[in-house]
């Protein structure tokens, strides 16, 4: 074999024996709860926002106690956490800039893991 095909393979293995730890982990977490219970999930996601005079900017959601990830992307969607109203800012010749504001044009879900 290949120095490349040896890289490859060695890739491979330790992705699977990731993805089994992973899986046997999320498997005895499951086992330990109660019959009925039904497990709560944390999720982080990021709205893109724009205004009049600015796009682009970002803002950070999260959010516990959702009951799965199609929950938590929903609530976190509509969650917009863009600033209202412009941020103003001075400038040294005296005059203010203002920038950010507006509402979110975009939302990416970034985590949602069993808490």
Not at 56 to 62: A, I
């Amino acid at each position: 074999m290949t120095m490349r095909m040896n890289i490859l393979f060695w890739a491979i293995k330790v992705s699977l024996f990731l993805f089994v730890l992973i899986a046997s982990a999320e498997l005895s977490k499951a086992a330990q709860q109660t019959p009925g219970e039904t497990p709560s999930f944390y999720a982080t996601g990021t709205h893109q926002c724009q205004s009049q005079s600015d796009i682009g900017h970002t803002c950070e959601v999260s959010g516990i106690d959702f009951n799965d990830c199609d929950e938590a992307l929903f609530k976190l969607k509509v969650d917009d956490c863009c600033p209202s109203t412009l941020k103003c800012s001075p400038k040294p010749d005296g005059t203010k800039e203002c920038r950010y504001g507006g509402t979110s044009i975009g939302f990416t879900m970034g985590l949602c893991v069993p808490h």
